[in-house]
């Protein structure tokens, strides 16, 4: 039998590199343990997710691509990041930021990725942006209902699979029928995507990742601020 790795020992990337093996493998309680001890020497919450969790994932996605790792394998690793993003998420949402706006998000119909979706919740709401999330597999009822409930600024949708990435096209169009569509900014983000497809849909912003999430929300909040 292997003796236990003593976390306290490893340098910054060994640390990181345990941290996407141990995802990669779907081991969460390692995986949370590894975060804490990043925590523990004062990295940035952003730093362990995009250098540790975020970098875990990608080499998931390639292996799941090529035929290495199955879903149930996948999943394990989902669960494993998952842990390790409930640790950051209160650092990463209590950043004490003033007010800016509001925003409903939703992973769209037929799709059940999360993952990144949450990433961008967490890191609105670390923004100042007051968060309606509404989950996976949202169709134009549930993105309609929350709009009509919530009256938020941004509109944000996630997709992660070419299948379903056509089914914001459906919203937007929804929208521009029940003529709201100018009513809000409409986000679109998820790997598939990009700035040709956001353009071809309509959407106002594509967002490549959560911190672009971050940056281009704080702008288009504060002219539609002006703007009023
Ligand atoms: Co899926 N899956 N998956 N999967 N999965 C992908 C997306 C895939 C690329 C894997 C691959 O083949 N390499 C592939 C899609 C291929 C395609 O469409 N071209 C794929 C497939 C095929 C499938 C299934 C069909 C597999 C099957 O059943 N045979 C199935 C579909 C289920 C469904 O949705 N109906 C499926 C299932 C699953 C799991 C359930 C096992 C699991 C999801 C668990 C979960 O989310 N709770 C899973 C996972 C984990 C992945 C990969 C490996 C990782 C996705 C992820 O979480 N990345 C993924 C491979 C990959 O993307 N490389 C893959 C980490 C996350 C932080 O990044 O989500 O890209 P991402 O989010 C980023 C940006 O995209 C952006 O910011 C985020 C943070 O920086 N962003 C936004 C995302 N949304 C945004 C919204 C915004 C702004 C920015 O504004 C509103």
């Known amino acids: 039998m292997n003796d236990p790795i ?5 340098d910054r990337e060994e640390l990181l590199g345990l941290m996407m093996d141990d995802l990669y493998d779907g081991l969460r309680d390692e995986v949370e343990d590894e975060v804490n001890e990043c925590l523990r020497r004062g990295m940035a919450a952003y730093e362990i997710m995009t250098e540790g969790l975020v970098a875990g994932m990608d080499i998931v996605g390639v292996d799941f691509r090529d035929g290495v790792l199955f879903v149930p394998e996948v999943l394990m690793s989902a669960k494993a990041m998952k842990g390790g993003m409930e640790i950051l998420r209160p650092l990463l949402i209590n950043s004490g930021a003033p007010q800016l706006g509001k925003a409903v998000i939703g992973t769209v119909k037929g799709d059940i990725h999360d993952i990144g979706k949450n990433l961008v919740a967490m ?3 670390g923004a100042g942006i007051e968060v309606i999330d509404l989950g996976i597999n949202c169709d134009v009822d549930k993105f309609f209902n929350a709009l009509d409930q919530h009256n938020p600024d941004i509109l944000g949708m996630s997709a992660l699979l070419t299948t379903t990435m056509p089914y914001m096209k459906v ?13 809000y ?9 990009n700035d040709a497809f956001a353009e071809e849909i309509e959407a106002d912003v594509y967002c ?4 672009i999430a971050v940056d281009l929300a704080k702008k288009h909040l504060s002219i539609r601020r002006s703007k009023a």
């Open 6 to 10: 003593n976390l306290q020992e490893l």
């Open 123 to 125: 890191m609105w709401e």
């Open 171 to 183: 919203v937007i169009d929804s929208m521009k029928e029940r003529n709201i569509r100018d009513k």
């Open 185 to 193: 900014m409409v986000f679109v983000g998820g790997a598939p995507l």
């Open 208 to 211: 490549r990742d959560a911190a």
